[in-house]
């Protein structure tokens, strides 16, 4: 069994900072490509961005320039700093991670519960 969680959200003001968290624990042999997702209330889930197992980064362009995606691998932890935040950015963030397991040995996707983000004045 492998959990995602999430930590960090919160209340921000229009052109604030934020940094989220997610850790990653269980039984784990290695971790891959990991990412935040965000789903605002009725759209669809959509990629901020996402981190290799070798550190390249891919970023939605709405966040690009703003956003920071990192991971601790030793920690087994990813990171989202989130800077100049909009109101359009109100949503639950969700990190997810493809993760080798040590029992059952197989590889799958992992996703935590989520964090809510509110940017609002």
């Known amino acids: 069994q492998v959990q995602l969680v999430e930590s960090g959200g919160g209340l921000v003001q229009p052109g604030g900072s934020l940094r989220l968290s997610c850790a990653a624990s269980g039984s784990i042999f290695s971790i891959y490509g990991m990412g935040w997702y965000r789903q605002a209330p009725g759209k669809q889930r959509e990629l901020v961005a996402a981190?290799?197992?070798?550190?390249?980064?891919n970023y939605a362009a709405s966040v690009k320039g703003r956003f920071t995606i990192s991971r601790d691998n030793a920690k087994n932890t990813v990171y989202l700093q989130m800077g100049s935040l909009k109101p359009e950015g109100t949503a639950l963030y969700l990190c997810?991670?493809?993760?080798?397991?040590?029992?059952?040995?197989?590889?799958?996707?992992?996703w935590g519960q989520g964090t809510q983000v509110t940017v609002s004045s």
């Open positions: 981190v290799s197992s070798g550190g390249s980064t």
């Open positions: 997810s991670a493809s993760i080798r397991t040590v029992v059952p040995p197989s590889t799958g996707l992992c």
